[in-house]
């Protein structure tokens, strides 16, 4: 429900002749930052020091994930490398399913024991 709120707005905006918005071909609204869930379970580990910030992730919906229905894989370059986090899912989950159009990217990487500090995403609406 937030992204059609979002989107309403956006074209609400452009609808009303807002230069900046008119004149875009697209327009990204970020609408989470986390950190990827899981990273020690998957490929996360043996690719991490080839993932840079700015790198594009590909998200699927896995709603028979038996663990949790509103589950979203992160991949980098085909390989697994976590989920977005169960505690903040459910909107990502419910945008897919819906075919909103959205785009993750890689934040944040740091060389840190913790592996929820590790990698850090954002997840884009595309109006």
Not at 36 to 54: F, M, N
Not at 58 to 68: A, I, Q
Request: proline fraction near 4%; aromatic fraction near 8%; charge should be positive.
């Amino acid at each position: 429900m937030r992204f059609q709120k979002i989107k309403q707005t956006s074209l609400l905006l452009v609808g009303l002749g807002i230069a900046q918005f008119a004149a875009a071909e697209s327009v990204k609204v970020l609408v989470q930052s986390s950190p990827l869930a899981g990273s020690q379970y998957y490929a996360a580990a043996k690719v991490r020091t080839e993932i840079r910030i700015g790198d594009r992730l590909t998200l699927t919906r896995e709603p028979d994930n038996r663990h949790d229905h509103n589950a979203v894989r992160v991949d980098w370059q085909g390989w697994q490398i976590g989920y977005v986090p169960r505690a903040e899912n459910g909107a990502v989950a419910r945008a897919l399913d819906a075919g909103e159009k959205l785009e993750a990217r890689v934040s944040k990487r740091r060389d840190d024991p913790d592996p929820w500090r590790r990698i850090e995403i954002e997840v884009y609406l595309i109006l």
